[in-house]
């Protein structure tokens, strides 16, 4: 999986509590990227970076937030955990213009 | 903006027959075109991309994907599936404007099974 982990791969928690997933990269890639994958949605982008410090909104990013102070980790956190932020959260990293690699996934269970 | 269209949720296809998977895109510039492959519980491998020239790119495990501009389609195709096929395929698209650094636009993913 391209140098990137993803921790952790598995996580059940309850409603209200916040919630932060890692990805590391020993690729030392530009871009880091989170997405969602849903049923019937596909893949969805909630936010990327492309520096230290420097990150950016996609489509769903409600109910997310993300850190990057160093190149290699990007850190997803979801300050209220809800039902519908159940998902499979995936990953991935690219250089500028260049296509993107994707960490194995965590999935995300909130009850 | 962009998008992408994978207009089968599901194809079948026999072992040994040609498989076609299709995709359509929209890009207010020219377009930047990947296909990506998700086995269970793994997460998505690349698997070709088209950039400019020869518009049929050969890609890994066999694939091949046809640019047809007048169309906006990219098609993934392999001239005999194997069951180790059976996979949820995406295209994704990246318009080139801005030196083409914004993130890839993903399908909603075609689920192809091929049956022994």
């Known amino acids: 999986d391209a140098g990137i982990t993803q921790s952790p791969r598995h996580k059940v928690t309850e409603t209200g509590t916040p919630v932060t997933l890692r990805c590391h990269q020993t690729?030392?890639?530009?871009?880091m990227y989170w997405y969602r994958q849903d049923p019937g949605h596909g893949l969805r982008l909630i936010h990327y970076?492309?520096?230290?410090?420097?990150?950016d909104k996609g489509e769903v990013s409600d109910g997310y937030s993300v850190s990057r102070s160093k190149t290699e980790d990007f850190l997803l956190t979801l300050e209220s955990a809800t039902s519908s932020q159940t998902s499979v959260y995936f990953c991935?990293?690219?250089?500028?213009?260049?296509?993107?690699?994707f960490g194995p996934g965590t999935r995300l269970t909130v009850t | 903006a962009q998008s992408v269209a994978q207009p089968e949720d599901q194809v079948n296809v026999a072992e040994g027959n040609p498989l076609t998977v299709k995709c359509t895109y929209s890009?207010?510039?020219?377009?930047?075109l990947f296909w990506y492959v998700q086995y269970p519980n793994r997460g998505l491998q690349f698997l070709l991309k088209?950039?400019?020239?020869?518009?049929l790119v050969k890609g890994s495990y066999g694939f091949e994907a046809e640019f047809n501009k007048s169309q906006t389609s990219f098609h993934l195709k392999k001239p005999s599936a194997l069951v180790s096929d059976s996979a949820l395929y995406f295209c994704?698209?990246?318009?080139?404007?801005?030196?083409?650094?914004?993130?890839?636009?993903f399908g909603k993913g075609t689920r192809l099974s091929v049956i022994a």
């Open positions: 970076s492309y520096g230290v410090k420097d990150t």
């Open positions: 994704a698209v990246r318009d080139l404007r801005n030196s083409g650094n914004t993130p890839l636009v």
């Open positions: 890009v207010s510039g020219n377009p930047y």
């Open positions: 690729e030392n890639h530009r871009y």
């Open positions: 088209y950039i400019t020239g020869d518009n």
């Open positions: 991935a990293i690219s250089e500028p213009s260049y296509e993107q690699y």
